[in-house]
């Protein structure tokens, strides 16, 4: 299975998020510096351990496998454990997260009822940690259900005007999008150990390796598992929970949201869908390229129209999404490594992006465009910061969005030319859409408020460095990401063609077949 140290690092990941959660919980609440200083301390041990794991993890071509693993029998009689593994494709997930929480939990004071407040990010931290780490089917619905309930509680009492129905559109969408999910694995489990005659388990690899269910079954099961990761995205049109929970979330809340919680079901997909119902996914890969097409255009048209900042933010991000759903199901090497580093990329811009927004609101106390004008006058270094982010989100060349759009629409073009013409339309509309928000926001004349608003202070600038330096990084040299992520997005694509009939010959062999040979052309003159 791969590298597996001595000290259980990836168990580590859960554990000290969920034990400071506990001791912030029942921390006075008369000493708010005290309580939010000791989940500092929490959620920066975890982002130390997760970048341990990103510096030790093993390159090269024999790195495919799981590393860091570790194992616990926990309900041994159905085969159930607590069962941990990183590869190429969850690693820049858990360092990810592991570095948007400490800065979210920085960059924002709750208010009031810090303990809870801080007690449930740490909570939301230690189960998105074992949503990407853990090889269990049951272990990972576990972790992937309990992060509804410290976001419900972060949208429903520290967000804005309509939090309560935000909160609670939020996690019935999404919790009846799972509901199905977990009827799903246990099929999964019972119809594997009765098709192999083995004792019932729900470990990932051995699962996926088999491949034991008939193709009906297989079929209709990752519908199970699909309908939960689409709402999760969100996909179009299981999209609508989305804006309003962005809009009403506090800052903390959107941050966390875009950067992390979205790609719960992106993840999902790549690690559960296209691993373990190979054929299925290759079956239903128009349908999905195709929710990803109409998401792209959908997104930036009404990202386009939106008289919030923080709303036109949010469907901006249904567009990103829709570009990670085309790479995934393009099904080749190129699209898949271009889905999972727009994961990446969506997480550190948006995420900055939310953040800014939430500086302008707490000077301000407005999000509306119409209200806002003429900020760049008296916050320059913002309207700079804010250029910087905004066109790192647009896919600039030498930020970080363009080299995922750009690996993305390679897949996409391999796989089916005209959906990946399409998607290209889409990178203009969301820079007209967000170009044309930020020219009203910080352009032409200050009006009343505008003309004296503070500037970015000292804290906020180190809270946005971390994200800005990994803006310019990643757009100048992807490359120690890339070959780190290859490996195991190479295997799962041979997986997905040893275990697909029907899987065509690699799409970019026939379009070398399309194109003009030199011979060819030389024959002609």
């Not at 930020?399 to 629409?409: A, D, K, M, P, R």
Request: proline residues 6%; contains cysteine.
């Amino acid at each position: 299975m791969g590298f597996a140290p001595a000290f259980p690092v990836l168990p580590a990941l859960l554990v000290i998020p969920a034990v400071g959660a506990a001791l912030v919980a029942v921390l006075p609440r008369r000493r708010p510096e005290v309580v939010k200083q000791v989940a500092m301390l929490f959620s920066t041990a975890t982002a130390g351990i997760a970048f341990w794991v990103l510096g030790a993890f093993e390159t090269g071509p024999g790195a495919a496998a799981f590393q860091f693993t570790a194992h616990q029998p926990w309900i041994g009689d159905l085969g159930i454990a607590w069962n941990f593994g990183v590869d190429g494709i969850s690693l820049f997930l858990v360092v990810l997260t592991a570095l948007l929480f400490p800065i979210a939990l920085m960059a924002v004071d709750p208010g009031h009822d810090e303990p809870s407040y801080f007690a449930w990010m740490l909570l939301l931290e230690a189960g998105v940690m074992g949503v990407f780490c853990v090889l269990d089917l049951v272990v990972f619905f576990l972790c992937f259900e309990v992060v509804l309930v410290p976001m419900y509680f972060l949208i429903g009492r520290w967000g804005h005007n309509n939090r309560t129905y935000a909160a609670t559109k939020f996690f019935l969408f999404t919790m009846a999008g799972s509901a199905l999910m977990l009827v799903g694995i246990l099929a999964v489990g019972f119809l594997h150990a009765g098709a192999t005659g083995d004792p019932v388990t729900f470990d990932l690899v051995t699962i996926a390796e088999s491949q034991s269910l008939a193709t009906g079954e297989a079929r209709w099961l990752f519908a199970t598992f699909a309908l939960a990761f689409a709402v999760k995205v969100p996909i179009v049109p299981l999209h609508t929970w989305l804006p309003d929970a962005h809009t009403e979330a506090p800052t903390a809340g959107s941050v966390i949201l875009a950067g992390v919680l979205l790609k719960l079901g992106t993840y999902g997909f790549l690690r559960f869908g296209l691993y373990l119902f190979p054929e299925a996914a290759h079956f239903s890969a128009p349908l999905f390229m195709t929710l990803g097409v109409v998401g792209i255009l959908y997104g930036g048209v009404v990202a386009t129209m939106q008289r919030d900042l923080k709303r036109l933010v949010a469907y901006s991000s249904v567009a990103h999404l829709g570009f990670i759903i085309l790479g995934t199901f393009a099904l080749n090497t190129e699209g898949i490594e271009g889905g999972l580093l727009q994961m990446v990329n969506h997480g550190i811009s948006t995420g900055a992006l939310f953040l800014l927004v939430g500086m302008i609101y707490e000077r301000r106390h407005t999000r509306l465009i119409d209200e806002l004008g003429g900020l760049q006058r008296a916050a320059p270094v913002m309207a700079g910061v804010f250029m910087v982010v905004m066109l790192s989100s647009i896919g600039l060349p030498g930020l970080n969005g363009f080299v995922g759009e750009f690996l993305v629409l390679v897949g996409a073009f391999m796989a089916h030319r005209w959906w990946a013409v399409v998607a290209a339309a889409g990178v203009v509309l969301a820079a007209l859409c967000l170009l044309w928000a930020y020219q009203r926001v910080f352009h032409g004349p200050a009006e009343g408020d505008n003309t004296d608003m503070a500037d970015l202070n000292i804290r906020e600038g180190l809270v946005l460095a971390p994200l800005l330096a990994l803006i310019v990084f990643l757009g100048v040299y992807p490359k120690p990401v890339i070959e780190r992520m290859q490996p195991a997005v190479d295997a799962l694509v041979a997986h997905v063609e040893r275990h697909v009939p029907a899987f065509d010959e690699p799409v970019n062999l026939r379009v070398a077949q399309d194109l003009p040979k030199a011979d060819d052309m030389g024959d002609g003159s």
